[in-house]
């Protein structure tokens, strides 16, 4: 065990939330003109799930109450809840301050974050932050999406692509600087902006009939340009963590990837020098549930006994923004 003065954080708990209903490809060949052979070859999705009755706080306080039921965590021992969503319930109040109610964590205090399909670990870093500044023993980051209230689902190129879900991981300081959050380069570039967006209902297009009209509520993407920048900046990012940390494919347990395209994630293990089996999949299952990918790819892998104490694990995504980067994380829970 490596021990100083410095404080690490790392994951000592983790839940999920995804709801019973699924839509599987034959429901979407039966709503638009599409094939499930299309969409397995080019995204990997089989199947998403849909919250019918709920809102993203729903999601978000499922996962999060699954965690405190597994990890025994009670509500007033949270210091800090942060929300990655970009589908928060309402504009304000902030959806934390909904989960924190729902919990009655009465001693918390929070905030959401919004980063698309990079919130997580943008909220994953600000969360470690907060953990090794000394001031705050627990802190909760939950990466929540219900993709289905901005999907358009008379719109092939995206309705296919997107589920709902929540999942959430508790942070806790460690002295043992060999396990917990290591290191992570994070990005933005707003050039992003004109290929994947949902212009309504903001400052710049307050909702009226027309912006009704014109679907301005619904997101948009051009697929082909974000597929270039996200095989591109997805993989780049990963191989210069590594580089920068001194790690090679052979030092990695596992890739988790934000699951936005099979194949985006296949370009991003391949720069990185990894095999397949050392990649975490869930995409199958789930779709793209933009900030809630990477926890649920955490949750399902510990649950199933994959992940062991001290696994090198480098975590990595792209979203809208743009947004993008990576995370070396050391696995720190048997
Ligand atoms: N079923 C059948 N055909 C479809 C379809 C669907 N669901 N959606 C699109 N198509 C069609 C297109 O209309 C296009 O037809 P055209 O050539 O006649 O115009 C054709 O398939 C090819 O489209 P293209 O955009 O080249 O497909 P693609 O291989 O790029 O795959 C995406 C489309 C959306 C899967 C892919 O671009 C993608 O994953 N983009 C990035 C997603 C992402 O990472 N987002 C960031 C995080 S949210």
Redesign the pocket.
């Known amino acids: 065990m490596s021990t100083n003065n410095k404080i690490n954080a790392s994951i000592t708990g983790v839940g999920m939330y995804v709801p019973e209903k699924i839509l599987d490809n034959a429901y979407?060949e039966s709503i638009?003109?599409?094939?499930s052979e299309?969409?397995v070859s080019?995204?990997g999705i089989r199947e998403r799930r849909i919250i019918e009755n709920g809102a993203t706080s729903d999601l978000a306080t499922g996962a999060l109450k699954d965690l405190m039921e597994k990890h025994n965590l009670q509500a007033d021992e949270i210091d800090v809840i942060i929300v990655a969503t970009v589908t928060p319930d309402m504009f304000f109040p902030a959806t934390a301050c909904l989960v924190q109610d729902n919990i009655k964590a009465k001693n918390a205090w929070g905030f959401d974050l919004s980063a698309?399909?990079s919130g997580f670990l943008f909220a994953f870093q600000t969360g470690c932050s907060l953990i090794e500044s000394g001031r705050y023993k627990k802190v909760v980051v939950i990466g929540a999406d219900k993709m289905s209230a901005i999907s358009d689902y008379t719109d092939?190129?995206?309705?296919?692509?997107?589920g709902d879900a929540a999942s959430a991981v508790l942070l806790e300081p460690t002295f043992d600087t060999s396990i917990g959050f290591q290191d992570s380069l994070l990005h933005i570039d707003g050039q992003g902006k004109d290929v994947?967006y949902m212009k309504g209902g903001g400052s710049l297009n307050p909702a009226t009939h027309e912006t009704v009209d014109k679907k301005m509520h619904y997101i948009y993407?051009d697929?082909?340009p974000?597929?270039k920048a996200?095989v591109v900046g997805m993989a780049d990012i990963s191989f210069e963590v590594m580089q920068k940390n001194n790690l090679t494919g052979d030092d990695i347990a596992y890739l988790v990837p934000?699951q936005?395209?099979l194949?985006?994630i296949d370009a991003t293990a391949k720069r990185m020098g990894i095999g397949n089996d050392k990649v975490m999949i869930n995409i199958d299952k789930y779709g793209?549930t933009?900030a809630a990918t990477i926890p649920l790819c955490l949750t399902e892998y510990y649950r199933d006994g994959k992940l062991k104490k001290g696994d090198k694990l480098i975590l990595s995504a792209?979203?809208?923004g743009y947004t993008w980067g990576a995370t070396y994380l050391v696995w720190g829970m048997d």
């Open positions: 979407f638009v003109n599409t094939n299309w969409i080019r995204t698309a399909c092939r190129n995206t309705c296919i692509l997107f994947l993407q697929g082909k974000v597929f996200a934000h936005a395209n194949r985006i793209n933009t792209f979203g809208a």
